[in-house]
């Protein structure tokens, strides 16, 4: 997001860092139940947000250490703890800011409810999801049966082998034939060094690319695997580009590698 963008978040981040640090100062004590067996206490209330909000970004975030598994969807089911904070920072501003408590309060719900219907609208009206299909079919009607086709993400494989089904009503089926050969991307977010992940691509691209004189390559959210394009650079220095084309959020290019 551009850095003017998060300016229109300063309100929502106000709101939750309010109802992360001060919003336990603001769950009452509570009642009996009905059956009169007491209720938890405040505190472990709180622990429980503050649990549903943390605990998922937490486990993500070490798994994606080794390697990367993040999606935005992954994290969509802590929205209502996140929902909660808010409606705890509400809370803290019209109980701590005086006679302008609950008319702050008031403009900040209107504002948070008046930019999650903006962003519906936007979810709605303008392309989100990548158009994965198009590409493919592009790929699949022009690629010969001898070309190299590398996958830059490798779950793109299934992806691949539906939309390339051309009518099929079993999309699965013969998919093999459809995609080989195939290679997964070269994963380089490991850390290592430039030099030592360079020859370790460049001796990977060798032994993958040795039989093929053509390669297509299809490319989404390339930073999650080669943040440092390395692949890139080597299809670029070994070969050249042919042919290509842009799809909402996938690449498509078709190198011819430069002769041995």
Known sequence: MPPGDLLWLAPIFFLGLAGLLLGWTEIGSGSRTANHGLTLAP??????????????????YLFSLRQPIFTD???IWIAPAAMLLFALG?????????????????????????FWLYAG???????????????VSYVHGTRTPD?????????????YRYYSREGHTQPFADSES??????????????????????DVDRHMRAITADHAEVWL?????????????????????GEVVDQADF?????????LNPP
């Not at 943390?54 to 993500?60: E, Q, S």
């Not at 936007?122 to 392309?127: A, D, F, T, V």
Request: with cysteine; glycine share 8%.
């Open 248 to 256: 909402h959020g996938v690449q498509v290019r078709h190198y011819r």
């Open 43 to 60: 505190w472990r209330r709180f622990l429980m947000i503050l649990s549903w909000f943390l605990v998922p970004i937490g486990a993500i």
């Open 218 to 238: 299809l490319r989404s959210e390339v930073e999650m695997w080669d943040q440092r394009r390395l692949m890139d650079e080597w299809l670029e220095e070994h």
């Open 121 to 135: 609208w936007q979810q709605k009206s303008l392309p989100m999801k990548y158009n994965l299909r198009d590409a």
């Open 90 to 114: 509400v809370q803290v501003v019209v109980r701590n800011a005086g006679t302008l408590g609950k008319p702050l309060g008031a403009l900040l719900v209107c504002y948070l409810l008046g």
């Open 147 to 159: 070309a190299l086709l590398i996958l830059q993400i490798p779950h793109m494989e299934y992806g």
């Open 73 to 75: 969807r992954y994290i």
């Open 178 to 199: 459809r995609l080989a050969p195939w290679q997964p991307g070269l994963w380089t977010n490991n850390g290592h060094p430039d030099e030592e992940t360079r020859s």
